[in-house]
């Protein structure tokens, strides 16, 4: 007899809201990789720039132009497929490799939705989510578990919860930042509206997930959903597509047999008396996607410091617009030791601004332009030197503070991912 986990995860169930995020999947998919041509992405942001910031767990080198058009064309067909549900297992793997090449070439435009749309595609590729609603025809079909539905919820969950949990923090709770900051940019400023719209935000992203998931409060959820997104969607102007992909999402949560406008799906024809026996190496890799997702977010706990500030645990864990930043000051410098000489460096002249915008976000890429920057002046003919960096930024409404100290050596400085880089000052 099946345990209730068994139930949960191994039961046969109606394919079409799987199918129906398919496609809504596909859509967007589609949609961001048009707006990576529509921004320049591989002229502007990869060609362009004498450097890429790596991520040091997988350090991805930019093949030529010409393939890298190819790859990115071949990435935007294969969204088609994914809607179409045509060839769909060999589209989303196509689509997954290609996303996530161009998503890790560069730390510059990490953006939180594309690491939600890369999660989705790795978890769809073991999804028979054209099952339903598709032009592809197979031979053998795979049914659709409970497991291929609860795993993308969790997804989703997770998203919501953690960027929750992010914002339990003096400034966003305190002071309402970035909230407090974003109004006055928009000049619709009170305090009482910050206030509202924090403490709403807070418990909203808490709670939903749960809220979603019980079906007395999932109507109401819903609503908030919308509501929530779409304010989202007038209060930050670089989020993109990702309020609308989250609503759309909805259709997840939602039982066939709870709107009458779906209860004809509910007819759907799929065997669900055949029993499926549940399977360990499922279970395990479930387990372990679970573990990573829940763990990646509360990293930064075992790091000293004030995540927002240092960068170090803040990629990755849902740490979303909880924070603004401006740069006052920006200079690095090349110091020849043998000539006794100073080389002020044009960084203009080596990375876009983008690039440098995102520097004071995670002073690492701070570090990974110093340790460029020694290489460039040992292949100028400067073999001795030392890399230092001026770099003034106002976070929040502080006043401006360096991030590091102006004396520190940068080209001696290496980071390390599991403990504080003291190399990086403290927020007072």
């Not at 496609?23 to 450097?51: C, N, R, S, W």
Request: with cysteine; proline share 4%.
């Amino acid at each position: 007899m099946k345990s209730r986990i068994d139930k949960l995860l191994f039961d046969r169930i109606n394919p079409i809201l799987i199918a129906v995020f398919r496609i809504v999947f596909g859509v967007f998919a589609f949609l961001e990789i048009l707006y990576f041509y529509k921004t320049h992405l591989i002229e502007d942001y990869i060609i362009q720039p004498k450097v890429l910031f790596n991520y040091s767990f997988l350090p991805l080198a930019p093949f030529s132009e010409g393939v890298l058009d190819l790859m990115l064309g071949i990435t935007l067909i294969s969204t088609i497929f994914i809607m179409i549900g045509k060839y769909y297992r060999a589209a989303i793997i196509t689509f997954f490799i290609g996303f996530t090449y161009f998503f890790l070439l560069d730390k510059s435009y990490y953006n939180n939705h594309l690491y939600l749309l890369s999660l989705i595609a790795f978890l769809m590729i073991f999804i028979p989510a054209d099952n339903a609603l598709s032009l592809g025809k197979k031979d053998k079909i795979k049914p659709t578990l409970g497991w291929h539905l609860r795993i993308l919820q969790f997804q989703l969950i997770v998203v919501y919860f953690f960027g929750g949990l992010a914002k339990i923090n003096g400034d966003w709770l305190t002071f309402y930042e970035p909230l407090t900051t974003i109004l006055k940019s928009n000049t619709i400023h009170s305090e009482v509206l910050a206030m509202f719209l924090a403490y709403t935000g807070l418990l909203f992203d808490l709670c939903i997930g749960f809220f979603l998931l019980m079906k007395r409060t999932r109507l109401y959820a819903v609503i908030m959903v919308l509501l929530f997104n779409i304010t989202n969607h007038f209060l930050f102007d670089d989020i993109n597509i990702f309020p609308f992909f989250m609503m759309a999402s909805l259709v997840l949560f939602f039982e066939l047999n709870e709107f009458s406008f779906l209860s004809k799906f509910n007819k759907f024809k799929y065997d669900k008396e055949n029993t499926v026996v549940p399977s360990k190496l499922v279970l395990f890799g479930l387990s372990a996607f679970v573990l990573i997702q829940i763990l990646m977010p509360l990293r930064h706990y075992a790091i000293p410091g004030n995540v927002d500030w240092n960068g170090e645990g803040q990629r990755f864990s849902w740490r979303m617009k909880i924070q603004t930043r401006s740069i006052k000051e920006c200079e690095f410098a090349i110091f020849d030791l043998d000539k006794k000489t100073i080389y002020p460096v044009e960084i203009n002249q080596h990375i876009h601004n983008i690039q440098k915008e995102q520097m004071i976000y995670h002073p690492k890429m701070i570090l990974d332009f110093a340790h460029y920057l020694k290489e460039y002046a040992r292949e100028n003919r400067i073999p001795n030197t030392m890399i230092k960096a001026k770099i003034k930024v106002k976070f929040n409404q502080r006043e401006s503070v360096e991030i590091i100290s102006p004396e520190i050596d940068l080209s001696k400085e290496e980071w390390n991912s599991f403990t504080h880089n003291e190399w990086i000052k403290p927020l007072e």
